[in-house]
Nanobody, 125 residues
Framework: QVQLVESGGGLVQAGGSLRLSCAAS??????????MGWFRQAPGKEREFVAQ????????NYADSVKDRFTISRETAKNTVYLQMNNLKSEDTAVYYC????????????????WGQGTQVTVSS
């Protein structure tokens, strides 16, 4: 029903920036009540919440570790969500996933209904 495709990952030096994109392909539309989120998973660690945005209202929420460095946004006409990552640190290295929660805000991966394939972000130092 819904497919998510991430792009924009890569290798960057500490202090640099990257912008991730996630395009949602759906036969219908992204509903205003849905939430789009970003998660990340480093080797040997559990998947963790990064940021999320309510599709209709555009309200956002961030993990403490990325506040003031990362910005989540969406472009409704393209069914696309973005993650602007600035001042990257080595501890940001992970596979980044976008996901959709049809019910509302949640920081738990199990509450999300659709997932992309992930894109690798590597920060060197």
């Amino acid at each position: 029903q819904v497919q998510l495709v991430e792009s924009g990952g890569g290798l960057v030096q500490a202090g640099g920036s990257l912008r991730l994109s996630c395009a949602a392909s759906t036969s219908g539309r992204v509903f205003s009540s849905w939430v789009m989120g970003w998660f990340r998973q480093a080797p040997g660690k559990e998947r963790e919440f990064v940021a999320q945005i309510r599709w209709g209202a555009g309200t956002t929420n961030y993990a403490d570790s990325v506040k003031d460095r990362f910005t989540i946004s969406r472009e409704t006409a393209k069914n696309t969500v973005y993650l602007q990552m600035n001042n990257l640190k080595s501890e940001d290295t992970a596979v980044y996933y976008c996901a959709i929660n049809r019910q509302g805000y949640s920081v738990q991966p199990n509450d999300y209904d659709y997932w992309g394939q992930g894109t690798q972000v590597t920060v060197s130092s």
